[in-house]
């Protein structure tokens, strides 16, 4: 069967660029610019993360003063005045933090991020501790793995666990992270099974099967292609 997925520990950077809950603005901006960051998490005691600051938190100072200006004042929220006229990380901060966990699978970040419409996420222990950081780079590295490892992976264990009898006769071909299956096979109700768990293998961008079945009694080709 296909190993174990990779997990955010895999992947995240355990260096992060991060904030205590009363930094200033200045000190938020200064920072997001120094380490070309766009957002960061708010700590708090130890390290347990208590929010996120982003540069849209820090965007509503400058929106409310073009308000102030136009006369209008009619558009920002009342929440986003309140983060307009805050001074802190603590008043400036999205909370709770949208964050993950170390064990979590890149699927499972990969959701969060899409879901909560987020670039990053802080990954934390059971008790909030930042561990390190995820972001949409770290969840792609994946896709660099080269093509020989996942051919080796794909005849060690899909091939050579659904087709014990036929995996002499089975190709496997991957270029590009596109793995492609040539060969027959006695069951050809196997290859939607096949091509499943090759998807699920990290670093495969696609499946391309081209399976032959084969008579069980002429051994002759039953014309089913897929």
Same mark, same amino acid.
Do not use: N
């Given at each position: 069967?296909?190993?174990?997925?990779?997990?955010?520990?895999?992947?995240?950077?355990?260096?992060?660029?991060?904030?205590?809950?009363?930094?200033?603005?200045?000190?938020?901006?200064?920072?997001?610019?120094?380490?070309?960051?766009?957002?960061?998490?708010?700590?708090?005691?130890?390290?347990?993360?208590?929010?996120?600051?982003?540069?849209?938190?820090?965007?509503?100072?400058?929106?409310?003063?073009?308000?102030?200006?136009?006369?209008?004042?009619?558009?920002?929220?009342?929440?986003?005045?309140?983060?307009?006229?805050?001074?802190?990380?603590?008043?400036?901060?999205?909370?709770?933090?949208?964050?993950?966990?170390?064990?979590? #699978?890149?699927?499972?970040?990969?959701?969060?991020?899409?879901?909560?419409?987020?670039?990053?996420?802080?990954?934390?222990?059971?008790? /909030?501790?930042?561990?390190?950081?995820?972001?949409?780079?770290?969840?792609?590295?994946?896709?660099?793995?080269?093509?020989?490892?996942?051919?080796?992976?794909?005849?060690?264990?899909?091939?050579?666990?659904?087709?014990?009898?036929?995996?002499?006769?089975?190709?496997?071909?991957?270029?590009?992270?596109?793995?492609?299956?040539?060969?027959?096979?006695?069951? #050809?109700?196997?290859?939607?099974?096949?091509?499943?768990?090759?998807?699920?293998?990290?670093?495969?961008?696609?499946?391309?099967?081209?399976?032959? /079945?084969?008579?069980?009694? #002429?051994?002759?080709?039953?014309?089913?292609?897929?």
């Amino acid at each position: 069967m296909p190993e174990t997925p990779h997990i955010v520990s895999d992947v995240m950077s355990q260096t992060v660029v991060a904030v205590g809950r009363d930094a200033p603005f200045k000190e938020i901006v200064q920072t997001m610019e120094e380490w070309k960051v766009s957002a960061m998490p708010v700590l708090e005691g130890e390290g347990r993360v208590i929010g996120v600051v982003s540069e849209a938190d820090l965007l509503f100072k400058e929106e409310f003063h073009e308000e102030q200006q136009s006369l209008s004042g009619q558009r920002l929220r009342l929440s986003d005045v309140a983060k307009a006229g805050a001074t802190t990380a603590a008043e400036l901060m999205s909370t709770p933090a949208i964050t993950v966990h170390p064990d979590a #699978t890149l699927a499972q970040a990969a959701r969060i991020m899409a879901v909560r419409h987020v670039k990053r996420l802080p990954v934390v222990d059971d008790l /909030g501790m930042l561990e390190g950081i995820v972001s949409r780079a770290d969840l792609l590295k994946v896709f660099l793995r080269p093509d020989d490892d996942i051919e080796e992976e794909v005849r060690r264990t899909v091939v050579s666990y659904l087709f014990p009898a036929f995996s002499h006769a089975i190709h496997v071909t991957v270029h590009e992270g596109v793995v492609t299956l040539r060969g027959h096979i006695r069951d #050809t109700s196997l290859i939607s099974v096949a091509v499943r768990l090759v998807r699920a293998i990290e670093g495969v961008v696609d499946v391309e099967p081209q399976l032959t /079945g084969e008579s069980a009694d #002429t051994g002759g080709p039953e014309g089913h292609t897929t």
